[in-house]
């Protein structure tokens, strides 16, 4: 499995950014595709999943009701659109994969490299 995520950047706050994360080598139809982030002396933490094949999702408190997490079969591409950023929000974001029921970090075996969110105040 290769995860290739893209999309960050400078953004100030109360704006937007989408996150991409392309998947390859394998069909993901029964996988969790899960969006974490990670800040220096922090442990990473998960900010959204969905399941690949029947779209149930899962968000984080920090996130609700700004972050939606989606997925384009025909491309095999997770998004992660992401509105009303906050400073707190500055981090590595990364993509991650798994076969099992993917709510938190220890589900996920397969990881992309990450892409920085910076949000200024």
């Known amino acids: 499995v290769q995860l290739q995520a893209s999309g960050g950047g400078l953004v100030q706050a109360g704006g937007s950014l989408r996150l991409s994360c392309a998947a390859s080598?394998?069909?993901?139809?029964?996988?969790?595709m899960g969006w974490f982030r990670h800040t220096p002396g922090e442990e990473r933490e998960i900010v959204a999943a969905?399941?690949?094949?029947?779209?149930?999702?899962y968000y984080s408190d920090s996130v609700k009701g700004r972050f939606t997490i989606s997925r384009d079969n025909a491309k095999n591409t997770v998004y992660l659109h992401m509105n009303s950023l906050k400073p707190e929000d500055t981090a590595v974001y990364l993509c991650a994969a798994t076969t099992r029921v993917g709510l938190s970090v220890s589900e996920y075996g397969y990881w992309g490299q990450g892409t920085q969110v910076t949000v200024s105040s």
């Open positions: 080598g394998r069909t993901f139809s029964s996988y969790y």
């Open positions: 969905i399941r690949w094949g029947g779209g149930s999702t």
